[in-house]
């Protein structure tokens, strides 16, 4: 799907578009996962659909769902962003030592994602700490915010930065990170 250059211009377009272009006359699981694939890409996260969503629409184009299937993905993916949700609302990243226990977590997590072969999970936990750390970088940048916790912010996403890029050396290296004289220095209370 990645390669395809899609035309559409709303959600509900992209969502005909692509099944038009898988060329199916039945649609299911494999289907729904690859137009949620082509709405992810095109227009972001945010912008997924349920399958059963997806499947009312190509319905409504023509298609014929295979029930089961349909069922069985919209129960599999409905649990899979309630867990998502769940596990984001524990994270906070507002100050040092919450980021410190939210790293711990995220760790945690990609390790048991990575364990279990989970691609879509780790796609997932990447996209959270993508958003963590933009959401840090505007709070350094803020006008409201002391100077303090603005430099907490700026080294939060740091941190967050040095994960994603290098998510299986990023606990030695905070680590190293808290130790270091500069560290100590700048953040002495904690």
Do not use: Y
């Not at 190509?58 to 014929?64: L, N």
């Not at 879509?120 to 933009?134: E, M, P």
Request: net charge neutral; with cysteine; aromatic share 8%.
């Amino acid at each position: 799907m990645g390669a395809t250059k899609w035309h559409a211009r709303t959600r509900r377009d992209l969502i005909i578009e692509v099944w038009e272009n898988l060329d199916c006359e039945s649609v299911g699981a494999r289907e729904l996962e690859q137009i949620q694939e082509a709405l992810r890409e095109k227009f972001g996260a945010g912008a997924l659909a349920s399958p059963a969503a997806i499947a009312r629409i190509v319905a409504d184009e023509g298609a014929v769902l295979r029930h089961p299937e349909v069922f069985d993905c919209n129960l599999k993916w409905r649990k899979l962003n309630v867990d998502e949700r769940s596990f984001q609302r524990n994270l906070d990243f507002s100050g040092l030592s919450q980021a410190f226990e939210s790293v711990v977590k995220l760790e945690e997590q990609r390790l048991e994602l990575q364990i279990a072969t989970d691609a879509r999970g780790l796609k997932q936990l990447r996209d959270i700490v993508t958003a963590s750390r933009k959401d840090s970088l505007l709070r350094a940048r803020s006008k409201i915010l002391d100077e303090g916790q603005k430099e907490e912010a700026k080294e939060i996403s740091q941190w967050l930065t040095v994960w994603l890029q290098a998510p299986e050396l990023f606990s030695d290296w905070l680590d190293l990170r808290r130790r270091s004289p500069e560290f100590r220095k700048r953040f002495q209370n904690l």
